[in-house]
């Protein structure tokens, strides 16, 4: 397989799919010693930068990752020194003039070139991932997803950067490199002292939940207690160093916050006669405008395509907080669950584990609603805040903050509902474990998202097994010396003391 050929999943990627056994699928970390080879990277790849393009569906961004030279023997030394993020649509908005989207990216990329040393730019990797936006222009065109990533790996491959890759990762892979970033980031896949020996007295080490919420699908991520092969779709095997981690993993797509917001109005349109429409979930005296026409060309939303004796429909906000979570619910189906537990839509979810970080929109949205704070608020506290907010009319909203996005200010009204709908009723946390999700927008100085552990993973650097113990440093191999010169000199001591009693302890003379 060549070199950087998109069309390709998995040919010199460390993480491989595949099926070990009947009940698990297998999401292996492989200790990939000659995938460096096999991607045209120096050995000496250590010490460098590395590129990762999120191609979301709202927008994309550009990450420039650093790491030291030297093969650190602890997590958390690969480090985001630069994020850039695109104007303009995500990459899946290029579906009518597909030969724009690889031109969008040029800016950042300059940027890029600006951030890292002229003469490391042949040898560092760059890579693209596309999310959600790209896997429902797949279903709805794949012809135009095809074209938008020919013309993105064009652009790419003119950078004088190493290309890799431009692809379109899969929910799962999404769920899966979140969860990595995080625990890497966090310091949980490696532990030194006490923490270590804490560690290796359990059978499984304690990571961090990742839950992940895009514009057009959410991820959830995490270490159950018990682990069932009910459905082995959602169980992911790891072995990072020397330890084995069982991850479940689901991701929802349409129902990332605008996927969310377009269900939820195509929904209400099903109700309506007329071509307006009072929406509990907009601030009251707000008003939008959509088209009706183009609204179920989206897989999201197609399901709910009629007739309609109108082309656009008028939107007017109530602000009701309530009635909009009764809104939101019914995005949610809890009624059939084929598995001993669910989350929605008939999808197997074991019982909630441990802390979870929340990232992407979910911090967006909560830190806007100043709901981010580090002694975290109870899922009364939070509910009450966003109730609150929808209250508050339009025209003092937009006053209050006008130098916020329209786009984004309007819906966090919306969003703050749909994330509390979520988390509550889809994934059933509880007043008692509410507590243990934290939003998280950056972790150190790198953003908490799946392009840090999608590079580490496609750069081999978090190996399967634990890396022999290093040589000792200087400082402690002087320390060492002496310590042992110490005994040795208190040994000799005590054997003279011993054997050559002084004559005076000898003849008992006090
Ligand atoms: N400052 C912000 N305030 C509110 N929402 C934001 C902000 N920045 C980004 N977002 C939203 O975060 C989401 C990011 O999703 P994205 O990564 O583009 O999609 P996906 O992961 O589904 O492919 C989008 O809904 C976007 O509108
Ligand atoms: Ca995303």
Redesign the pocket.
């Known amino acids: 397989m060549k070199k950087g050929d998109s069309s390709a999943d998995s040919w010199s990627f460390s993480v491989v799919i595949e099926t070990k056994t009947e009940l698990w699928k297998k999401l292996v970390l492989v200790p990939c010693k000659h995938c460096l080879e096999h991607r045209n990277m120096p050995e000496d790849f250590w010490g460098g930068y590395g590129i990762v393009l999120?191609a979301?569906?709202?927008?994309t961004n550009l990450y420039v990752y650093e790491w030291p030279a030297e093969k650190e023997n602890d997590t958390g030394v690969v480090q985001q020194v630069e994020v850039c993020k695109v104007e303009g649509p995500?990459i899946s908005g290029y579906s009518q003039t597909t030969e724009k989207a690889g031109p969008s990216l040029v800016q950042c990329l300059r940027q890029a070139e600006g951030v890292i040393p002229l003469k490391q730019h042949q040898e560092t990797p760059v890579y693209l991932g596309a999310?959600?936006?790209m896997r429902l222009l797949r279903l709805e065109n794949k012809d135009a997803a095809e074209k938008v990533l020919s013309s993105v790996e064009k652009t790419l491959r003119s950078a004088p950067f190493n290309f890799q890759g431009a692809r379109i990762i899969s929910g799962q892979e999404?769920g899966a490199y979140g969860w990595i970033t995080i625990n890497y980031l966090l310091g949980n896949f490696k532990q030194s002292g006490w923490k270590k020996f804490l560690h290796s007295l359990k059978s499984v080490s304690e990571t961090s939940g990742a839950l992940?919420?895009?514009?057009?699908?959410t991820q959830i991520t995490f270490v159950p207690d018990e682990i069932s092969s009910e459905s082995p779709q959602n169980l992911l095997y790891f072995r990072l160093y020397g330890k084995d981690y069982r991850v479940y993993t689901h991701s929802f797509l349409c129902y990332?916050?605008?996927q969310a917001l377009q269900q939820k109005l195509a929904r209400d349109l099903q109700s309506t006669e007329n071509s307006s429409l009072f929406d509990p979930c907009f601030h009251q005296g707000y008003q939008r405008t959509i088209s009706v026409s183009n609204f179920f060309k989206n897989p999201c939303t197609s399901v709910e395509k009629k007739q309609f004796p109108f082309s656009q429909l008028h939107i007017e906000g109530e602000g009701n907080y309530e009635k909009c979570r009764r809104n939101i619910q019914n995005l949610f189906n809890k009624t059939d669950c084929p598995y001993s537990s669910c989350s929605f839509n008939g999808i197997y979810l074991p019982p909630l584990q441990g802390d979870f970080g929340a990232f992407?929109?979910f911090y967006?949205?909560m830190n806007?609603l100043n709901l981010t704070s580090d002694d975290p608020f109870t899922l009364d506290e939070v509910a009450s805040a966003i109730k609150k907010f929808c209250a508050r009319p339009w025209h003092e909203v937009k006053l209050q903050y006008h130098q916020i996005k329209e786009?984004?200010l309007s819906e966090?009204c919306f969003?703050g509902a749909y994330i509390l709908s979520l988390l509550e009723n889809g994934y059933e946390f509880t007043t008692e474990n509410w507590k243990r999700i934290h939003f998280l927008g950056k972790i150190g100085s790198s953003d908490a998202g799946w392009t840090l552990g999608y590079m580490l993973n496609l750069t081999n650097m978090i190996p399967a097994e634990e890396p022999p113990a290093p040589p000792l440093s200087y400082g402690s191999y002087v320390g060492l010396m002496v310590l042992c010169s110490l005994v040795l000199v208190s040994v000799i001591l005590l054997a003279w003391l011993l054997f050559h009693k002084p004559k005076c302890l000898q003849k008992g003379v006090v």
């Open positions: 999120d979301g569906s709202s927008h995500g999310t959600a936006g999404e992940d919420l895009g514009g057009a699908s990332g916050k605008d992407s929109a967006f949205v806007f786009k984004y966090y969003s």
